[in-house]
């Protein structure tokens, strides 16, 4: 069973004197069990608008999504998944620590494994010192920190994730990218939408590029990178000891060891130079 399967779905707006607006034209996409999925598009392009159909939350115009082999609008399918928006908000005048609790406490949680799940996903995201404390004070990153603690209390298989990086500093985003891996080493579906390729090119298996509302591509980020390599630098050593690195085109690699090893040298080190995800990004979006 697929965690999510999504078939021709189509989502038009009426805006201003009754234009028509399509922000998600026929999108077609299927992410297993176990797999962490990155949704890369700029700003604008359709991301949101699609969580929020494969959520519930919007009614599509036309097609069809299920989580875990149940359809989308059924409020029960929403039990197997872990949801943060884009922009949380909660009620401020209550703790993280009150927060996570109801939250928990509407996936029926018993009270003694709630207790046990708060405090682990508090401690998680650095926010047990803070856990008393009304939200209304927290900061931007606290919040959205709050957020994925809420998504994570009831230990769901499927993680739908809006942007899960929005607002962070360098060490909170590190942290996400920490428990997204750990997500996936327990056999977690994670799928989260980004603008931010760095995040996508060190946690993701594969990558789904939109905009204006169209499914660009899809493939595996380690091909993208691999498809990306346009040469090597090779640190070589001479006979005479003294090091030498050089820029070696993908093309002539092996022809280079081979007069190396003709010309007494060594090779002490070979890094592949590639494109990466931010170049692969920009060219498929400027195709369009």
């Known amino acids: 069973m697929n965690a999510i399967e999504i078939t021709g779905l189509c989502?038009?707006?009426?805006?201003?004197?009754?234009t028509?607006?399509?922000?998600?034209?026929?999108?077609d996409l299927t992410i297993e069990a176990g797999e962490v999925f990155g949704f890369l598009g700029p700003n604008g392009a359709g991301k949101s608008t699609t969580i929020k159909l494969v959520m519930g939350l919007l009614r599509p115009t036309s097609g069809t999504a299920q989580i875990m082999g149940m359809d989308a609008g059924q409020a029960e399918s929403r039990r197997h998944v872990g949801y943060l928006p884009e922009n949380p908000a909660f009620y401020d005048y209550?703790?993280?620590e009150e927060y996570i609790v109801f939250v928990g406490s509407q996936f029926k949680m018993e009270k003694s494994l709630l207790a046990q799940r708060s405090e682990e996903v508090l401690q998680?995201?650095?926010?047990?010192?803070?856990?008393?404390r009304p939200m209304r004070g927290y900061s931007k990153g606290m919040v959205q920190r709050v957020g994925l603690a809420q998504a994570l209390v009831h230990d769901p298989e499927v993680?739908?994730?809006?942007e899960?990086?929005?607002?962070?500093d360098p060490i909170g985003r590190a942290l996400v990218k920490d428990i997204i891996l750990d997500l996936k080493k327990r056999g977690k579906c994670v799928f989260f939408s980004t603008h931010i390729t760095d995040d996508v090119e060190k946690v993701c298996d594969r990558v789904g590029v939109i905009n204006k509302g169209e499914l660009l591509v899809v493939d595996r980020v380690e091909n993208i990178l691999q498809r990306g390599v346009e040469g090597y630098t090779v640190l070589v050593i001479n006979p005479d000891k003294t090091k030498e690195e050089q820029f070696v085109k993908k093309t002539d690699l092996q022809e280079f060891i081979q007069q190396s090893?003709?010309?007494?040298?060594?090779?002490?080190?070979?890094?592949?130079?590639?494109?990466d995800m931010e170049a692969f990004f920009l060219e498929i979006v400027a195709q369009q």
């Open 261 to 275: 090893v003709m010309n007494q040298q060594s090779i002490e080190k070979i890094e592949p130079r590639r494109k």
């Open 164 to 168: 899960p990086m929005s607002g962070l």
């Open 20 to 27: 028509k607006v399509d922000a998600l034209k026929g999108l």
């Open 159 to 162: 993680y739908i994730l809006d």
């Open 94 to 96: 209550l703790s993280a």
């Open 11 to 18: 989502k038009r707006f009426t805006g201003k004197r009754m």
């Open 124 to 132: 998680r995201l650095d926010l047990w010192e803070a856990r008393k």
